[in-house]
């Protein structure tokens, strides 16, 4: 059981936490797990307190989960959206955040396309920022609720072979899972075509492979990332197809696999692609446990970063 408390005002990313912290989150992730089952859906611990969520990138999981969060912890909420926001009409970032901050909001919840930019918006605030995914940099709570359906899945991280399968260079899921699992001792590989593997990857612990059958074999958990063509200038390889051809997981590649392997995805899927429907739809896969365990997750990062654990524990 962790001893350490929260002492962070945000949530930017997993390079920056402890494994302590990583454990903080995790323990309190599962003391949130189960509110989600019971007849009435809902905990007073954040009544009182305002969310704003900003997301300035397309999502469906990650806005829908931190408002259904929000929601069963008893926060006000707000949404803004770029497109229905005065960014169109060209107020700045922080403008636009110093304005939402000045309605007396407690904790802002941001997507945006670039890296860094909850990170400027942090340093502008009083008010909490947690990082709903900032360009290719971190994503940190899509990597903490992959943690903690790893640990409800399997009881464990430590020793794990963890293998991650896809675009790594423009991932911000990679990234985040790789600073998390590492520390938790997990063995983390990365497997792509080189074009799509970030330069110098291995410096951060993890074992690098261009090779499907070699990062399947000994994979306990195989975590497929989608083509992110949105954030591609230019073609990384020569089709769709030809990329599929090498790097599809579906069940000839599997063949090799162990037979308690588990097969998760962030998503969106795009199925046919990184993976066939069949293997979206097996008994390995977890892709929709993780959406469940998100809500957990995003439950205890909201708890956390408000304040309101600390005032719960002074109570006692
Ligand atoms: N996993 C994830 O971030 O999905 P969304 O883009 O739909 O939020």
């Not at 612990?205 to 306990?220: F, I, N, P």
């Not at 089709?239 to 995805?265: C, F, G, W």
């Amino acid at each position: 059981m962790t001893q350490i408390q929260w002492t962070r005002k945000d949530l930017l990313g997993l390079r920056d936490l402890s494994r302590e912290e990583i454990e903080l989150v995790l323990e309190t992730a599962k003391s949130f797990r189960d509110i989600s089952l019971r007849p009435v859906k809902k905990v007073p611990v954040l009544r009182g307190k305002t969310v704003a969520n900003l997301f300035f990138e397309p999502s469906t999981r990650t806005r829908v989960s931190f408002e259904l969060a929000e929601k069963r912890l008893s926060a006000d909420t707000i949404h803004v959206a770029s497109s229905m926001s005065s960014i169109v009409k060209g107020e700045t970032l922080k403008d636009t955040a110093r304005n939402i901050e000045a309605l007396k909001v407690d904790v802002v919840v941001m997507r945006h396309g670039s890296s860094g930019a909850p990170h400027r918006l942090a340093h502008h605030l009083k008010a909490s920022v947690i990082n709903a995914g900032d360009g290719i940099n971190e994503h940190p709570t899509q990597a903490l609720l992959d943690m903690f359906t790893i640990l409800e899945k399997k009881g464990k991280i430590e020793g794990l072979n963890v293998t991650f399968v896809g675009d790594i260079l423009h991932s911000r899921v990679a990234r985040s899972n790789i600073w998390g699992l590492t520390k938790l001792g997990a063995n983390v590989t990365v497997c792509a075509p080189k074009t799509l593997l970030p330069a110098r990857v291995g410096e951060l612990g993890v074992r690098v492979t261009t090779d499907l059958c070699q990062a399947v074999k000994d994979a306990d958990v195989i975590n497929l990332l989608r083509i992110q063509l949105e954030r591609q200038q230019e073609s990384f390889f020569p089709s769709i197809r030809e990329y599929a051809t090498a790097y599809q997981i579906n069940r000839e590649i599997l063949r090799d696999a162990k037979p308690d392997v588990l097969i998760m995805h962030p998503g969106p899927v795009n199925r046919g692609i990184e993976i066939t429907s069949e293997i979206v739809e097996s008994p390995a896969s977890v892709i929709l446990d993780q959406v469940t365990y998100g809500l957990a997750a995003r439950m205890a990062v909201l708890f956390l970063v408000s304040g309101a654990a600390k005032k719960e524990k002074e109570a006692k």
